[in-house]
């Protein structure tokens, strides 16, 4: 007999930890078989006894989800990018994380690029300085 274990989902703190958060999010979620909420778009159903399993299962999960965005740089991030805290659908919220966070690193990257089509060598006291911040 498989004993049951609680997966730890880690505070997402940007994409340091953000392969480890999906990792530990998703199996979390498996176990309870709740991971198609942020996967799929689950259509809300019609009879009134399925609507409120679907109902508990999306709270499960938008609390699974809130509860590991905490962390204040990247709950402003989101909120930023149109994140409304109340939002009723996990997987709005999910692909929101997913956009956002590795929106970080294209911004990133497009400074980076940035600055190397722009960067002057009279700006630098030394070539060496130069040859350095290339």
Not at 5 to 10: C, E, K, L, N, Q
Not at 58 to 64: F, T, Y
Not at 107 to 126: G, M, P, W
């Amino acid at each position: 007999m498989l004993k049951t274990f609680d997966i730890t989902i880690p505070i997402l703190k940007g994409e340091d930890n953000l392969n480890q958060w999906k990792v530990n999010l998703k199996r979390a979620l498996q176990l309870q078989k709740l991971d198609k909420y942020i996967f799929t778009n689950v259509e809300k159903p019609v009879d009134a006894e399925a609507i409120e399993k679907w109902t508990e299962e999306r709270i499960k999960v938008s609390h699974a989800l809130g509860s590991s965005l905490t962390d204040k740089k990247i709950k402003q991030m989101l909120v930023n990018n149109g994140w409304d805290i109340a939002e009723e659908d996990p997987k709005v919220t999910y692909d929101l994380v997913l956009k956002t966070v590795t929106g970080i690193s294209a911004i990133s990257t497009l400074s980076l690029i940035n600055e190397v089509v722009t960067i002057k060598r009279s700006a630098f006291a030394t070539i060496a300085d130069f040859i350095n911040r290339i």
